[in-house]
């Protein structure tokens, strides 16, 4: 562990990271911890227990357990057709079981542009946004079950389901069935930044091809902020179509989650 810890010391102080928080854990207990490193560097804030990071794409483990909920009451079916219950652009017979395992075919357009400012959310037109997406997206990549390949878009269509068949909308059916159950509070695991202090910036290095590539892909006179030390900061962002991935978190939910 001490070597693990002197690993990840490394990492920050070389400035392969802003910051890293680090959990060891069986179905019981936390085996062992570490945290280092700022959430605001220019601020020189450290992280600490009440810390909260962006969850991306680890948020269709949550979409997929919401499935599998409502496959256990008898809401629905894996072998079901999607199409049963949301109007999707796709005609061939692509089931709920091939959208969790990434097998429907259904196109992944890179999300880095899906994107708003915590201001503008209000006026979202989430489901305007996503007919739009998907008529842009209207052709399968490959025949439904002839081959494994990540999909965005399919998890939105997941989620699209999840609220036709609960009746709530994605981020209250997760908060209602999944979130408080486990004793936590929507500021700790949820999909709005409650407490922007204690978030943890985005970061992106700056001389690096990615950092020169997110020129293409998004505003980034709109969404980056200004220097800091070797970093350009991010402002918060709120990700379309949460149950691809949308929430915040802090580490210690994540484990309860997990657990």
């Given amino acids: 562990m001490k070597k693990l810890d002197h690993h990840l010391q490394f990492l920050v102080d070389k400035g392969n990271s802003p910051s890293v928080s680090y959990l060891l854990f069986d179905k019981n207990e936390i085996i062992h911890s570490y945290r280092s490193g700022y959430s605001d560097i220019i601020r020189k804030e450290s992280i600490n227990e009440n810390t909260t990071y962006c969850g991306f794409s680890v948020t269709k483990t949550f979409t997929a357990l919401a499935i599998l909920q409502l496959a256990e009451k008898g809401k629905l079916a894996l072998a079901d057709h999607a199409n049963n219950y949301v109007n999707s652009p796709y005609s061939g017979p692509i089931t709920i079981k091939q959208l969790l395992s990434h097998s429907a075919g259904v196109p992944n357009p890179l999300p880095l542009r899906w994107v708003h400012s915590p201001e503008e959310h209000l006026t979202f037109d ?30 939105v269509l997941l989620g699209q389901i999840i609220e036709q068949v609960s009746g709530l909308s994605y981020e209250e059916y997760i908060r209602v069935n999944i979130i408080e159950p486990l004793g936590m509070a929507p500021g700790d695991l949820g999909f709005q930044i409650r407490a922007h202090r204690q978030h943890a910036k985005g970061y992106q290095k700056i001389g690096t091809f ?16 200004q220097k800091e030390g070797k970093w350009y900061s991010s402002s918060d962002l709120v990700l379309y179509g ?18």
Avoid: H, T, W
């Fill in 126 to 155: 989430r489901k305007q946004f996503f007919d739009d997406i998907f008529q842009k997206n209207k052709r399968l990549k490959s025949a439904p079950n002839e081959k494994y390949k990540y999909s965005n878009l399919g998890y």
């Fill in 210 to 225: 990615m950092n020169f590539l997110l020129g293409f892909l998004m505003d980034k006179q709109k969404y980056v902020n």
């Fill in 242 to 259: 949460p149950s691809q991935g949308g929430f915040a978190r802090k580490p210690s939910c994540l484990k309860r989650y997990i657990q």
